[in-house]
């Protein structure tokens, strides 16, 4: 109900979400920046909206700390940002880091930026348990300092364990006994 | 002063009839200024409480003393409406700190309207947990009066095993003593005045009318209160039977208790069609020779056979025949009727039970005044009937032609006809048939087929509360088409489809009501449910709109459009849906128990069991919120308690093979596999369609190493559902066991066919851990990292297809 008026193809937020493999649980976490202009903080990052950005306003690395209630499973991470739009505010170089607190960061990933979409995924494919995300921009496009960053989603696997310990069912005729509603 | 308030008190009650609110509230609250007894401010409390204000009415009753019973029920109705529950029974009983009065001190408080008052108390007992009371008091009522509906329901929800036929019945207090016609005029004045102001406006007009048409005034107007009244719901049925009785051959008639019969019969219908076939329509009403104005709508009896209470048909016919007062002149009524029964298609022209009772002019005269008390469009139920019996004006002198033409069309007949001729036989000898007496009769019949209808379809609701829904469907799918494509009756098949899990069927029957009432929100719910588990997303969006756009203060719009949300995987949303059926209604268990599962879906545990808990405050007998927490507990691996859940919601609705094989599952994981494997096999044995029984069946026959057995029973579920990738993903897993590992790396590769995408690191990894002894290396995990696109997934299957395959060349098949 929240898609944005003017999404690019290919670009909606709930797309995603829709194929029911991953569910998406940045709602479960306390995010906060290391850095931001008034009015394009945390909620501009996290509203839907492709229209709103992020920006940073300090020195690099820009960072986005994303710390859940508890040890979560990470199956992706998701970044929006427009070259088109952002040009030399548009990330470059992005590094993901993962550990229990603040003090314990690893980096697990380096990527550099391509396309409008990012999609970042851990080390071998296999879903991450961990506390805490950092995402943190280490370079921009054209040496630029501040960073816009239009939406960030994190998506964690769904375990279709309604009943045992199987793999989702495919057929209707399955899904249909296999849960009381 | 009683002088000034007649004409006023008349014009209210007009404006009130009128819908007209604004013109009731000005002249009541006049009125009230003017003479300020109990009876206007009852009045002017019925116009604000009508116009839907109830808090008006509220606050007026309560700063006023309002010590007569009307008045007072109208003041608990309305504390009910605002939810003062405490208040609503003080007002009624005296309240928890006073001296309480007995049900039975209410009943003869409150009189006539003893019957409300009870149910009232009893919603208001239900809803503060004193559930034994309640049904106390649920009882009561219905035998005051067994046309409220709304106790038997309640009673149900409850769980109670009540018995419809003991239930709709007309016991001794229903028959008033009624003194035989002609009704003694003195009484009718005073009854008249008491019942004018708690009888609908109609009365009055009723009577007015009445009076002025028919020098008889008093006559109707006692038999029109009588009937209106209605804890005397009709006419002793003991002296009309007895007059019967008197009438000779009557006893021979009696005596045939086994002649299906419906009132209709009497009238000529084919008697064998439908023996009881409600129809609380028809009554003759005039039957002056020479008025063509017979309707007798066969449609029901010729579509719906049923088998009758015999006993309930023997006792209607007895008040009837007396009512065929005529002597036998041609009754030509019959094939009309049937024409007209093939053309009309309204369930509102129902099958009639016509009684002709005239004879001569002054009872002609008597009977039409009853039409047009029947006429007069009321909204309390007997008056439904009423309405319903107008339609069929009919004569005694052209039934029986009619019947003998229809003797000719159609052969069942025949028992009608030696019904009627004996009839006409019998009340040619007698000549009774005083207007009273006749429209004693007509009521008589008029209410019996109105309690056969509510028997049957108590039965049927019965039978579906206690989750017998094989014998709910086949009770409603009984009754007479005209009642049968109605919004009630197929919601409720419909909901029984639901509960039996087969999903196709109650979509049919849900999409016809919505095709025969678009207007009906009540069951709406189920049909959303059943659309998710078809997973028809168009139909469950088309009709979320146009539920939400209907009425946004249902809750079971909003909950239409939370299943249509969680359908499409938007949590979400769909959980913002169901807050709002919440909101709008939180009385409404469903929505709570929907939510519960959102809640589930989205991992949010805790927040699922307070919904589930909160659904079972509601309504104890919810099994789905039962279900829902034993699921939570399942998921959180709390075993036993998981058990108990799903126990006591099978305990609640014993039929569903889903709960069994879910109890299946969790003995299986408290390692009691016998048990498990029993329950599954119940399960089994009540539906035999359910294909997950069996799957699970053969997954716990694989752990308890039983390979061959497993084998087997997925042999058979792949016949039953054969793209399903779960079953090869089990039959490749059973195979690696055997050692088969070809086969076993087939039935991978067919489950992962099936479902490329999925949650299929199972799959995966099922294929990783097997290795092929000397060739080809393990099958390694060559996934994509961080490419732009989503096509990752389906390259990375693509490059495990391939090493599969090699994997499999290199192996000789």
């Not at chain 2, 019969?265 to 063509?292: C, E, N, Q, R």
């Not at chain 2, 002709?356 to 008056?383: G, M």
Request: proline fraction near 6%.
């Amino acid at each position: 109900m929240a898609t944005p008026s003017k999404t690019p193809p290919g670009a909606d937020p709930k797309q995603l979400e829709r194929t029911g493999t991953v569910r998406e649980i940045g709602s479960q976490a306390v995010w906060s920046l290391s850095s931001c202009k008034p009015g394009f903080g945390v909620d501009q990052l996290r509203d839907d909206n492709l229209e709103t950005y992020w920006q940073s306003d300090g020195s690099q690395p820009h960072l986005v700390n994303i710390q859940f209630r508890r040890k979560t499973t990470v199956k992706m991470l998701c970044i929006y940002a427009d070259y088109k739009s952002d040009e030399s505010y548009t990330p470059s170089k992005i590094s993901v880091r993962v550990g229990n607190n603040f003090h314990n960061l690893q980096e697990v990933r380096v990527r550099t930026y391509t396309g409008p979409t990012s999609h970042i995924y851990p080390p071998k494919n296999s879903p991450i348990r961990t506390f805490m995300i950092q995402v943190a921009v280490l370079a921009n496009h054209q040496n630029g300092r501040d960073t816009h960053m239009r939406q960030i989603k994190i998506y964690t696997p769904v375990e279709e364990s309604s009943i045992g310990k199987f793999p989702r069912c495919t057929t209707v005729d399955f899904m249909m006994y296999r849960t009381i509603r | 002063m009683t002088v000034l308030q007649e004409p006023v008190q008349a014009a209210v009650w007009q404006a009130l009839n009128h819908y007209a609110y604004m013109d009731a509230v000005f002249l009541a609250e006049r009125l009230y200024a003017e003479v300020g007894s109990e009876e206007a401010l009852y009045l002017l409390a019925t116009c604000y409480f009508r116009s839907g204000k109830a808090y008006k009415a509220y606050r007026l009753l309560k700063t006023h003393t309002c010590s007569t019973p009307q008045c007072r029920y109208l003041l608990a109705k309305c504390c009910v409406d605002l939810s003062k529950l405490a208040e609503g029974e003080q007002v009624l009983t005296g309240g928890v700190l006073n001296k309480q009065k007995s049900q039975d001190d209410i009943i003869t408080e409150f009189g006539d309207s003893a019957s409300f008052t009870l149910s009232l108390l009893g919603h208001i007992y239900c809803k503060t947990d004193r559930v034994a009371k309640g049904s106390e008091c649920f009882q009561k009522s219905l035998n005051l009066n067994p046309f409220l509906w709304s106790p038997f329901q309640s009673l149900c929800h409850l769980g109670e095993k009540l018995d419809p036929d003991q239930v709709f019945r007309l016991s001794s207090l229903h028959i008033p003593v009624a003194p035989p016609p002609p009704i003694s005029p003195a009484q009718n004045p005073s009854h008249r005045l008491d019942t004018a102001l708690m009888e609908t406006p109609q009365d009055t007009l009723e009577l007015n009318r009445l009076n002025l048409e028919s020098s008889n005034g008093k006559l109707t107007s006692d038999s029109t209160v009588s009937y209106i009244d209605s804890s005397l719901i009709s006419p002793d049925p003991c002296s009309l039977l007895a007059n019967t009785v008197s009438m000779g051959s009557t006893g021979s008639l009696l005596g045939k208790p086994n002649k299906p019969k419906s009132g209709r019969s009497l009238l000529g219908g084919p008697a064998a069609l439908s023996p009881l076939t409600p129809s609380f329509g028809i009554l003759a009403l005039d039957p002056s020779p020479g008025d063509p104005g017979y309707l007798q709508n066969y449609s029901g009896s010729l579509d719906a056979q049923q088998t009758a209470p015999s006993k309930k048909s023997v006792s209607r016919i007895g008040p009837s025949k007396s009512v065929f007062g005529q002597s036998g002149n041609g009754r030509e009524v019959l094939p009309i009727p049937f024409s007209q029964s093939q053309g009309s298609a309204p369930h509102s022209s129902t099958s009639p039970q016509v009684l002709s009772p005239t004879l001569v002019a002054p009872p002609n005269i008597q009977p039409r005044r009853s039409t047009r008390l029947f006429t007069s469009a009321s909204s309390t139920a007997k008056e439904n009937s009423k309405k319903l019996k107008m339609k069929f004006p009919t004569k005694i002198p052209n039934r029986k032609t009619k019947c003998k033409a229809a003797k000719t069309a159609n052969s069942n007949l025949n028992e009608s006809l030696d019904i009627l001729k004996l009839d006409s036989s019998m009340n040619d000898s007698k000549g009774l048939s005083t207007p009273g007496y006749q429209s004693i009769t007509l009521q008589r019949a008029a209410t019996d087929m109105v309690l056969y209808m509510l028997r049957e379809l108590g039965r049927g609701y019965q039978a579906l509360c206690c989750y017998n829904c094989q014998e709910a469907i086949s009770i409603l799918s009984s009754v007479p088409a005209h009642h049968y494509n109605t919004g009630w009756v197929l919601t409720h098949i419909g909901r029984a489809y639901f509960e039996l899990a087969e999903y196709t069927q109650a979509e049919r029957v849900f999409s016809e009501v919505r095709r025969i009432e678009a207007y009906r929100v009540e069951g709406m719910e189920i049909y959303s449910t059943t659309l998710w588990h078809l997973q028809k997303d168009v139909a469950l969006s088309a009709l979320s709109k146009d539920l939400t756009d209907m009425d946004r203060l249902c809750p079971q719009a909003w909950c239409v459009a939370g299943n249509c949300f969680s359908l499409q995987q938007e949590h979400d949303i769909a959980i913002k849906f169901f807050q709002r059926a919440i909101q709008v209604d939180p009385g409404f268990a469903y929505a709570y128990t929907l939510l519960g599962h959102e809640f589930a879906l989205t991992e949010e545990l805790d927040r699922a069991l307070a919904c589930f808990r909160n659904a079972i405050r509601v309504n104890n007998r919810h099994y789905n919120a039962w279900y829902g927490l034993g699921m939570i507990y399942y998921k959180q691996e709390k075993f036993s308690l998981a058990e108990i859940h799903f126990k006591k919601a099978l305990s609640i609705n014993p039929q569903s093979s889903v709960m069994l094989c879910h109890i299946g599952v969790v003995q299986h994981a408290l390692k009691k596999s016998d048990s498990a494997l029993e329950t599954l096999n119940r399960a089994i044995g009540i539906d035999p369609k359910n294909p997950l029984c069996k799957f699970h069946r053969a997954s716990i026959l694989f752990a308890n190493d039983k390979y061959k057995a497993a084998l087997q029973e997925l042999e058979e579920l792949k016949q039953i559902v054969p793209k399903e990738s779960l079953v090869y993903f089990l039959i490749g897993k059973v195979y690696k066991k055997l050692g088969q590992t070809h086969l076993a790396l087939m039935n991978f590769s067919w489950a992962m066919d099936l479902d490329p995408k999925g949650a299929n690191n199972q799959i995966k990894e099922a294929i990783d851990k097997r290795y092929l002894p000397e060739d080809e290396e393990p099958v390694t995990e060559d996934f994509l990292y961080d490419s732009a696109a989503d096509v990752e997934e389906s390259s990375m299957t693509d490059a495990d297809d391939s090493q599969l395959h090699t994997a499999e060349s290199d192996d000789v098949l």
